[in-house]
């Protein structure tokens, strides 16, 4: 099991950067799967991005080259670093970790990209 909280949220210009964090309450060295994840009003969830034990990443097309996961094992936090911002990133940004069959999931943090 693993509890999981999500800061770095906000609101933001067109243009800009935030960057998200994602404070797990356990080591996360073993955790197989970690990702973000967002949804935005009338919207289905989908995956942003995501990173594995070994470090393999994945992003969607609408990110690739703007943002960047990433995971620090001695701070059991994984990280979103989202650059050049657009109106329709705007969402409530959610990580999840897979550390056995099930996932875990933050209440997540509102980002909104102001035009």
């Known amino acids: 099991q693993v509890q999981l909280v999500e800061s770095g949220g906000g609101l933001v210009q067109a243009g800009g950067s935030l960057r998200l964090s994602c404070a797990a309450s356990?080591?996360?060295?073993?955790?197989?799967?970690m990702g973000w994840y967002r949804q935005a009003p009338g919207k289905q969830r989908e995956l942003v991005a995501s990173i594995l034990s070994d470090g393999t990443t994945n992003y969607a097309d609408s990110v690739k080259g703007r943002f960047t996961i990433s995971r620090d094992n001695t701070k059991n936090t994984m990280y979103l670093q989202m650059n050049n911002l657009k109106p329709e990133d705007t969402a409530v940004y959610s990580c999840?970790?897979?550390?056995?069959?099930?996932?875990?999931w933050g209440r997540g943090t509102q980002v909104t990209v102001s035009s």
């Open positions: 999840a970790a897979v550390p056995g069959s099930f996932f875990y």
């Open positions: 356990r080591n996360i060295f073993s955790i197989k799967y």
